[in-house]
C-alpha cells in the first residue's frame, strides 16, 4: 500500500467511532460462517444487491436497507473532504471482496472498505427509494385508469345509435371542411341531438373521473396505504422553494397523524389543523376530500403523494442524503453565485431568462412545424400519431438493421486472411489464456464452493455456441464439440495458441 492509500485508511478509520467500527466488524462477521439462519442471505449480501421488481414489497424492502445501514451510524462529513472518484474506487473494490478477505485485511484497510460500500449504497439506496416511490404512485392512478375506461367501454357499447350519429358527423366534416356547422352539421345532427351528445359527454366525463377516484381510493386504502408510514419515517424531505411550502406542510400534517388508526371518528383530520389545500389538493379531487367542514384523509393523502412526485420528479423538493435526488444547489459549482457570467459562458447560454425562454420557444414551434409538415407529407420516417388506452401517442417505428462500419469488414478480412476462419468460442480461449478474464466473474454469494480451474472451465463451455455445443450436423460425441482448455482432444487450436498449453 503506498503512503497515500495508508493515510486515507487512517483518516477514514480516526473518524469513525469505535461503535460504527464494531458494527462494521459484525457486518462481516455474521456472513462468514455458513450463511444466514433458513439459508437465506445475510445483510452484507443483501446490501450489494439492487432492489426487486417493481412493487410494495421491493419498497418496504428498500426502507428497511436503508434503516439497517443508517444504524451503523456513519459520520455524515466521512468522505466531505474526499474526491468522489477516490470513494467510487474504494467501493467497488470492496463490493468484489469476500467476507473473509475483509476479515483478514489490516484494520484500517477493511474499515475503509466497509465504510465506502456502506457510504455509497447508502446514498444509493436512497436514490432507489426515490425512484420506486414515484413509479408507484404512477402505477397506482395507471391501474386505476385502466380498470375504470374498460368499465365504461363496455357501457359505451350498449348505447345505440350514437355511434351511427357520430359517423356520420365525422364524414360530414371530412367532406366539406370548409363549411359552416351550421349548414354542414346540422343537417346531419339537429342542434337539440347535438346538446343531447355533448350533454351525455359531460356526465360521462364527470362520472368517469368520480369512477377512478373511488377505484383510487380503494386500492389505496387496502394496500398501497402501507408504503405511507415506513416512507415518510425514512426519507428527509427538503425544499428551498417557497411556492412548495403548502407540500412540505401537508407533509407535516400526514406525519403527525401517522400512528392514528383510520376508524370511525379517525377518517378525518381535526377540524383545528390548519390543511393545505392550495397547491396540494386538485379542484376535482375537492369535493372528495371535503374543502368545506371537515378533511378526510385517505383522499388527501392521496394528493399529497401525487404532489409529492410532481415535486421530486421537478426537484422542487429533494432528499438528504440521496445522490441523484439530492439538493440541486450541490450540482452547482462551488463558485457559482460569484462567476455566474462565466459558467453560463461555457454552456453558451445568456444571462437573461426571458431571452432563454424565447429562443426555446422559437425552437420548439419550429420543431412542432417540421414535424407537422412531415405528418401531412407523410415523411416521418414511421413516426405517426396513434391513440394508446384512448389518448393520442407518438409511435416511433424501430430502426432498420445497420450497415456493418467499414473498419469492422477490413478487421474481419484481415484476421481471414492470416488464419483463415476462426471461431469466436477460439478467440475467447486465447484472451482466457493470455489475461485470464474469467476471474472478473465473482459470485453474488458470500462464498464459492467450486474450484477456480473448474469454475474456469465451465465458464467457457457456456460460452460454446448451441451448435458446437452439439446438434445434428455436430454430434455430441464428435471431436470438434471441445475446444476449451478442459482438455486437449478438443479441435485443432488457433495458429497463436498451439504452443501454448491446453
Known amino acids: 500500500m503506498n503512503t497515500f492509500e495508508e493515510r486515507f485508511c487512517g483518516t477514514t478509520t480516526d473518524r469513525l467511532s469505535a461503535m460504527t467500527r464494531s458494527r462494521l466488524d459484525d457486518l462481516v462477521a455474521e456472513d462468514d460462517g455458513e450463511g444466514s439462519v433458513g439459508g437465506g442471505r445475510t445483510f452484507f449480501t443483501e446490501l450489494k444487491a439492487d432492489p426487486g421488481a417493481l412493487g410494495l414489497e421491493s419498497l418496504l424492502g428498500e426502507v428497511n436497507r436503508l434503516q439497517r445501514v443508517r444504524k451503523l451510524e456513519l459520520p455524515p462529513e466521512l468522505f466531505g473532504d474526499v ?269 437573461d431568462p426571458g431571452e432563454f425562454i424565447d429562443v426555446l420557444h422559437k425552437r420548439l414551434r419550429a420543431a412542432l412545424t417540421r414535424f407537422d409538415t412531415a405528418l401531412e407529407e407523410g415523411s416521418t420516417g414511421g413516426v405517426e400519431i396513434v391513440r394508446k388506452h384512448g389518448e393520442p401517442w407518438i409511435k416511433v417505428s424501430p430502426l432498420g438493421k445497420q450497415e456493418v462500419p467499414e473498419n469492422l469488414v477490413a478487421l474481419k478480412a484481415e484476421i481471414e486472411r492470416r488464419w483463415g476462419t476462426i471461431d469466436l468460442i477460439d478467440m475467447l480461449k486465447e484472451a482466457e489464456l493470455a489475461v485470464g478474464f474469467s476471474s472478473e466473474f465473482t459470485s453474488v454469494a458470500s462464498r464459492e464452493a467450486v474450484p477456480r480451474e473448474v469454475l474456469r472451465r465451465r465458464l467457457l463451455l457456456v460460452l460454446l455456441p448451441p451448435a458446437r455445443a452439439g446438434t445434428a450436423a455436430d454430434p455430441p460425441s464428435s471431436p470438434t464439440t471441445c475446444c476449451t482448455p478442459c482438455c486437449g482432444a478438443g479441435r485443432p487450436a488457433s495458429p497463436s495458441s498451439r504452443s501454448a498449453p491446453t
Open 83 to 351: 474526491s468522489e472518484k477516490l470513494v467510487s474506487a474504494w467501493r467497488g473494490r470492496a463490493a468484489k471482496e469476500y467476507p473473509s478477505d475483509l476479515i483478514a485485511a489490516a484494520g484500517p484497510v477493511r474499515y475503509t472498505l466497509l465504510a465506502t460500500l456502506c457510504h455509497v449504497r447508502q446514498t444509493e439506496i436512497a436514490d432507489s427509494l426515490v425512484d420506486l416511490f414515484i413509479q408507484l404512485v404512477q402505477k397506482i392512478n395507471t391501474r386505476a385508469e385502466k380498470k375504470v375506461e374498460g368499465e365504461f367501454v363496455k357501457e359505451l357499447k350498449k348505447v345505440r345509435g350514437k355511434e351511427g350519429i357520430l359517423l356520420r358527423l365525422a364524414e360530414a366534416a371530412v367532406a366539406e371542411p370548409n363549411g359552416t356547422v351550421r349548414r354542414v352539421i346540422h343537417p346531419v345532427a339537429g342542434e337539440s341531438t347535438l346538446k343531447a351528445l355533448a350533454a351525455q359527454a359531460a356526465a360521462n366525463e364527470a362520472r368517469y373521473k368520480a369512477r377512478i377516484r373511488t377505484v383510487l381510493r380503494s386500492s389505496y386504502s387496502n394496500h398501497w396505504r402501507r408504503m405511507l408510514s415506513p416512507l415518510l419515517s425514512v426519507l428527509e424531505l427538503k425544499c428551498n422553494n417557497t411556492a412548495y411550502r403548502p407540500v412540505m406542510d401537508a407533509i407535516e400534517l400526514l406525519k403527525r397523524y401517522l400512528d392514528q388508526p383510520i376508524a370511525t371518528e379517525g377518517a378525518f383530520f381535526d377540524e383545528a389543523e390548519r390543511i393545505p389545500l392550495e397547491g396540494v389538493v386538485p379542484e376535482q379531487w375537492r369535493a372528495a376530500a371535503g374543502d368545506k367542514g371537515r378533511v378526510e384523509r385517505i383522499p388527501y393523502e392521496l394528493c399529497v403523494l401525487v404532489s409529492l412526485r410532481d415535486a421530486l420528479r421537478r426537484r422542487e423538493i429533494w432528499v438528504a442524503g440521496a445522490s441523484r435526488w439530492r439538493n440541486p444547489e450541490d450540482d452547482l459549482p462551488q463558485d457559482f453565485e460569484d462567476n455566474r457570467d462565466v459558467h453560463y459562458g461555457a454552456i453558451r447560454q445568456t444571462l
